[in-house]
């Protein structure tokens, strides 16, 4: 059961934990999240045991503020580039070596605060069924009247309840289940999640979204700068994990892949290959877009937001092919990527 992770992540206070098959864990992990950090851990108290906070460079007192309130923490070499599935690793890591080889963990991301009652109700729902590797429930926003962005965080965030192929930041896990599969890839700057199910679930284990409230996430994005980079690094995500998984037989983020590229860069490139050929009449093409809003704003929900999240959604397709430029560029360059961040 081997975790690939850093070997000189530096541990502060690690006491040795007990193989109870039926204790939750938590592992935490942030980065300059201030008083988010303080309400997420204030949230695990009482219901985790142990709580593991995993510091990314914070120069905001976050690792002091951690230990005060009774959390282990662990502190990422700088040496190294940071992703959150190398700090969630190091953390299980942590785990592992304490000899807690059973029972379950819940990754929390350092932004977000554990719902009341979630604990019970995950631990519950992995505990009746074996074969169930990963639960996760509703992650909703703290502010989604604060801007626009926010409000579409939240939307994301409403996926659908029963078997699913992939979860956010924030799960609770059996702790053998991703022990098996080696975690997470420590150097994957986005999309660490979903991949990870996915080879859980090429594993023989199932993952499942509970029609329960898990957590509340503070998404802080006011600008529209932030939700560019932060779709961006969602284009840079599907083309990592597709081609990571090219050869499987379940396509893996291929489809979401193909429509960004073919949005934003295959019909705006033949649209204008148009114009040069028969003149400006060709760029009554364009009409495609508005007309897609409209089709995907139909498929979708009625409510106020559908028209708003459509035209996003749409947008969105923009940065997502430049992250997905970006990754190819670098492969085939032989450079590594760096962390996309949005706040």
């Not at 070596?97 to 059973?102: E, M, N, R, W």
């Not at 699913?164 to 150097?187: K, N, P, Q, S, W």
């Not at 492969?331 to 962390?339: E, F, P, V």
Request: hydrophobic residues 45%; aromatic residues 6%; charged residues 25%.
């Amino acid at each position: 059961m081997k975790i690939t992770t850093a070997n000189a992540e530096k541990a502060i206070n690690i006491p040795r934990a007990t193989n109870n098959p039926a204790m939750v864990a938590a592992i935490v992990i942030g980065r300059n999240e201030g008083e988010r950090l303080v309400a997420c851990l204030t949230s695990l108290q009482g219901l985790a045991d142990p709580v593991i906070y995993v510091d990314s460079g914070s120069t905001d007192g976050s690792i002091d503020a951690a230990r005060r309130l009774g959390a282990q923490v662990l502190v990422l070499d700088t040496s190294i580039p940071f992703t959150a599935a190398r700090a969630r690793n190091t953390g299980l890591r942590h785990l592992l070596d304490q000899g807690q080889q059973q029972g379950f963990v819940q990754f929390v991301d350092g932004d977000c605060q554990i719902e009341p009652g979630w604990i019970e109700t995950a631990r519950a729902a992995l505990t009746d069924d074996p074969q169930l590797g990963i639960v996760a429930g509703r992650r909703r926003e703290r502010h989604p009247e604060a801007s626009v962005y926010n409000r579409l965080c939240d939307a994301e965030w409403n996926t659908p309840v029963g078997a699913a192929t992939a979860v956010g930041g924030d799960m609770m896990a059996r702790i053998e289940a991703l022990a098996a599969i080696g975690g997470y890839r420590d150097d994957m700057i986005a999309g660490e999640e979903p991949e990870m199910c996915l080879r859980l679930r090429q594993s023989g284990m199932t993952v499942r979204r509970l029609d329960a409230p898990m957590t509340i996430h503070d998404a802080n994005m006011h600008r529209f700068g932030q939700w560019w980079r932060r779709a961006r690094r969602a284009g840079h995500a599907f083309a990592e994990g597709s081609w990571l998984h090219r050869n499987d037989a379940e396509p893996f983020w291929r489809r979401e892949t193909r429509r960004a590229l073919i949005w934003a860069l295959v019909i705006p490139a033949l649209i204008l290959i148009a114009a040069q050929l028969f003149g400006s009449w060709a760029f009554l093409a364009l009409m495609v877009y508005p007309l897609q809003v409209a089709r995907m704003a139909r498929r979708e929900e009625s409510d106020n937001d559908s028209r708003l999240r459509a035209v996003f959604l749409m947008l969105s397709k923009f940065p997502e092919a430049m992250g997905i430029s970006e990754f190819h560029l670098r492969r085939l360059l032989g450079r590594k990527a760096g962390l996309i961040e949005y706040k």
